[in-house]
């Protein structure tokens, strides 16, 4: 089955950096999405991006179809950024599958 | 998440014993799914449902049977609970056109 790989697995960021996490993925995929799971385990849609780039305030992503990864950015991070962040991809050909990575954990401090 | 609801949020069963988590959305997802999450394994897909009517096997089906009545819900049942089933589920509905994923708030489950 097709695997999608997360890195770093960990991140430890003071208040105010930037952060690159990656997500790649073994085959061609109908679409890709980002979630943030806060501490308190709830799930929230950052980015449907099966291509190209997009950018919601602090956040953008860009998701390469071709190379097989996507990008999440994150800038001048905050506490309430803490948790773990999913990138998960919906297979082709009709499956409707949607299958997540390991995710990275964040934790910005103060 | 606004528009999948899980029931129940907590539950803690026997070994042996059997019980059916309950999803339901307003949504109009057509794809709906059931997940759990173990520490350090991210998510790991159960089983799915394409559309009313049709169901198929996620990463991690054995243990558990499924059901799509209707659109609106999609139901997961343990019939002999084992302690290797203790996690946390979520059910999730895939919003159609967007195709974005919505999340249900998730049952923690333990079974003793």
């Known amino acids: 089955g097709i695997q999608v790989e997360q890195s770093p697995p960990d991140l430890i960021l003071q208040e105010g950096a930037n952060s690159t996490l990656r997500c790649n993925f073994s085959?061609?995929?109908?679409?890709l999405q980002w979630f943030h799971q806060n501490p308190w385990g709830q799930l929230i849609n950052l980015f449907y991006?099966?291509?190209g780039t997009k950018q919601n305030g602090r956040l953008s992503a860009t998701t390469v179809a071709t190379e097989r990864y996507s990008l999440l950015y994150i800038s001048s991070s905050q506490t309430t950024d803490s948790g773990v962040y999913f990138c998960?991809?919906?297979?082709?050909?009709?499956?409707?599958?949607?299958?997540f990575g390991k995710g990275t954990k964040l934790t910005v401090n103060p | 998440n606004a528009g999948v609801t899980q029931t129940p949020k907590f539950q803690v069963l026997k070994t042996g014993q059997s019980m059916t988590l309950q999803c339901a959305q307003d949504m109009n997802h057509n794809s709906m799914y059931w997940y759990r999450q173990d520490p350090g394994m991210g998510l790991r897909l159960i089983y799915y449902s394409a559309s009313e009517g049709t169901t198929d096997k996620g990463e991690v089906p054995n243990g558990y049977n499924v059901s799509r009545l209707n659109k609106r819900e999609f139901s997961l049942r343990l019939e002999s609970a084992a302690p290797s089933q203790t996690s946390v589920y979520f059910c999730a509905g895939l919003r159609w056109g967007t195709a974005e994923a919505f999340f249900g708030q998730g049952t923690r489950l333990t079974v003793v």
């Open positions: 085959d061609s995929v109908n679409n």
């Open positions: 998960a991809v919906e297979l082709g050909g009709g499956s409707e599958k949607l299958v």
């Open positions: 991006i099966p291509s």
